[in-house]
């Protein structure tokens, strides 16, 4: 895990489960990559649960368990929903092991289409959660 | 750069016998190997090279469903060992001399899922969006007198949809 | 040019069916029905296709760009287009009119 926060609204940290699930990952760390992320300040880091959980990427059934998990054990964060597989399966969609769907076991607050979406949908939808007033 | 290159198909019972030939014969360069599901058998194929890549050779050979066996031919080509796994996992192959454990596939998926016979349900449970025509809705509602017949959608073998 | 959104010129749409069967996410989801015009000077009526709704969903959409290719009236393109981004999924499924007018506003 990796906390970040967003470089033009440091009031907005996302934590980033930095095992990646596919090719969605990718563009998460392309924006860190163009200074769209930077590294949370040391200091809130461990005090304050993240209030984003960004599930990017491919969820098969056999890994759901482990994003469960982890969605679990922050039972007050948000939860974003990055690129096409983490929403509906995307290009998988009828592939048997592919979960369908993450909304299908946790609530999902925004939904960010694209496969994948790119770097600057990824800042957009924080800053959706962040206006919403959800995100603190 | 590759000048030539020959394709020749082989029985199953001369498979290793063919591969070791091609291999004492100079093509001691293992590309890959492969599968296909064909309605007469799994294919399987495997590509060899000089060392120098100026010659390659495709051999094939067909295997029965009934029985999907062949002779390894890790021990010649020890690279082919992983690419008869992965044949193994996804097609159900046995490739006899070779390990065969699983090497991604969880084990709970049942049939191998690149065999054409493995139904994705999926498919046949999501109304395919192209039957719908300019006179039937997309709920098969005809609103005219269309005048061809309802399509299948691709990559759906027609039994699918029945079963 | 940014390839982050499928636009739809109604306009040129025959109702063909092509981009609807040859998208393999199955997200292409269009609804027509046939009219008959009797241009002017012409013996018989004409039938022809009228578009009745057309509809991508964006939560499936792979932006593979198959539609676009096969389209043989080139009434898919290609265009750029702010982060498609929802709290709900089925906002996702973009129709007729945003998936033309949202071109207009692609910055
Ligand atoms: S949505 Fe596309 S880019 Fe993202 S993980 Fe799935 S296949 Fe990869
Ligand atoms: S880009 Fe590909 S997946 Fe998206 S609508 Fe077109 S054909 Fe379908
Ligand atoms: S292929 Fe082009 S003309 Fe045909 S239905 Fe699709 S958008 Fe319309």
Partial sequence: MARYQLAEHPHCEVEVLTAGLACCTLEVEAAVTAGLLIPAQLGNQASTPPSVLVISGTVTDA???????????????????????????????????????????????????????RPEAFVAALLSLAQAGISS | MMNVSVTETVSPEKWRERVLQAHDHGFVFFDFLTAIDRDSGVEVVVRLAFNDL??????????????????????????????????GEMFGMNFVGNDMQQLLRHEALGLPPMRKNVVLSARVVAEWPGAAEPEIKQDGRKVGNPSRRRQRPPGVPENWLQS | ?????????????????????ECPAWCIHLDSHTEEVTEPGARRPKKINVLDSFDIDYSLCMYCGICVDVCP???????????????????LTLGITQLTSEKDSAN
């Avoid at chain 1, 096409?84 to 979960?99: E, F, K, L």
């Avoid at chain 3, 009236?73 to 906002?91: G, N, P, T």
């Fill in chain 3, 73 to 91: 009236f080139d009434a898919l393109e290609w265009d750029q287009h702010r982060a498609l981004i929802s709290d709900s999924r089925v906002d």
């Fill in chain 3, 1 to 21: 040019m940014i390839h982050s959104f499928i636009a739809l010129l109604p306009d040129k749409c025959t109702s063909c069916m092509l981009c609807v069967r």
């Fill in chain 1, 63 to 117: 890994l759901l368990p482990s994003v469960l998990d982890v969605i679990d054990r922050y039972p007050d964060a948000q939860l974003m929903s990055f690129g096409a597989c983490a929403t509906s399966g995307g290009p998988y969609w009828d592939s048997p092991p592919v979960t369908k769907g993450i909304d299908q076991f946790s609530d999902v607050a925004v939904y960010v289409a694209g496969c994948p979406p």
């Fill in chain 2, 54 to 87: 100026s010659e390659s050779i495709s051999l094939s050979t067909s295997i029965n469903h009934a029985s999907l066996r062949l002779d390894s031919i890790a021990d010649i080509f020890p690279g082919a060992g992983w690419h008869e796994r992965e044949v």
